[in-house]
T-cell receptor, first 114, second 119 residues
Framework: DTAVSQTPKYLVTQMGNDKSIKCEQNLGHDTMYWYKQDSKKFLKIMFSYNNKELIINETVPNRFSPKSPDKAHLNLHINSLELGDSAVYFC?????????????FGPGTRLTVT | AQKITQTQPGMFVQEKEAVTLDCTYDTSDPSYGLFWYKQPSSGEMIFLIYQGSYDQQNATEGRYSLNFQKARKSANLVISASQLGDSAMYFCAMREGLWSNFGNEKLTFGTGTRLTIIP
């Protein structure tokens, strides 16, 4: 049983195109995230959603638009793709609670913009 | 200022030896949590171990232990009896406001250490 799944795993596209990455979690978690891992392996938060509500938006260009149709899904739509968008995008989820929690990561989507 | 600093970009360790991966952090929040994740070449992020700022004892999980020195703001990962399968990138991460700031549970990551185990 996959806890956090992402599709597609690989995405190759040309500059200027619009693309979406889908994420689903079956853990019953309230909070979902998108992280970006650049070519130097640095991971940085992009967005978080709690129960379909946007909580964190870390100065991401507005070409990136997350959408959460329900608390088990968080999709990422990217308009007008640029070369610098090439990266691995990770979806993650966690319970919304104080104290200890673990973020469960999806397998990642490697986006290559040519 | 960097919130999480991992000063070792790469390490080579002989199989079966113990290895310490360094992590220092910067926060003024009294409640925070420190996490270590492993990223093998296949790319997935695997949670290893967690330490809360108020935890009295150092965390341990099998061969992994966390050497938590609060005054020095360090949270080093110790892997005992290293194995070839331990070769991977290792990331230290922090979440601030552990018992408050609901809805802002983001993890801030360090730049990672690439560990290579030599047979």
């Amino acid at each position: 049983d996959t806890a956090v799944s992402q599709t597609p795993k690989y995405l190759v596209t040309q500059m200027g195109n619009d693309k979406s990455i889908k994420c689903e979690q079956n853990l019953g978690h309230d909070t979902m995230y998108w992280y970006k891992q650049d070519s130097k392996k640095f991971l940085k938060i992009m967005f978080s959603y709690n129960n379909k509500e946007l909580i964190i938006n870390e100065t991401v260009p507005n070409r990136f638009s997350p959408k959460s149709p329900d608390k088990a899904h968080l999709n990422l739509h990217i308009n007008s793709l640029e070369l610098g968008d090439s990266a691995v995008y990770f979806c993650a989820s966690s319970q919304l609670a104080g104290g200890f929690y673990e973020q469960y990561f999806g397998p990642g989507t490697r986006l290559t913009v040519t | 200022a960097q919130k999480i600093t991992q000063t070792q970009p790469g390490m080579f360790v002989q199989e079966k030896e113990a290895v310490t991966l360094d992590c220092t952090y910067d926060t003024s929040d009294p409640s925070y949590g420190l996490f270590w994740y492993k990223q093998p070449s296949s790319g997935e992020m695997i949670f290893l171990i967690y330490q809360g700022s108020y935890d009295q004892q150092n965390a341990t999980e099998g061969r992994y232990s966390l050497n938590f020195q609060k005054a020095r703001k360090s949270a080093n990962l110790v892997i005992s009896a290293s194995q070839l399968g331990d070769s991977a990138m290792y990331f230290c991460a922090m979440r601030e406001g552990l018992w408050s700031n609901f809805g802002n549970e983001k993890l801030t990551f360090g730049t990672g250490t690439r560990l290579t185990i030599i047979p």
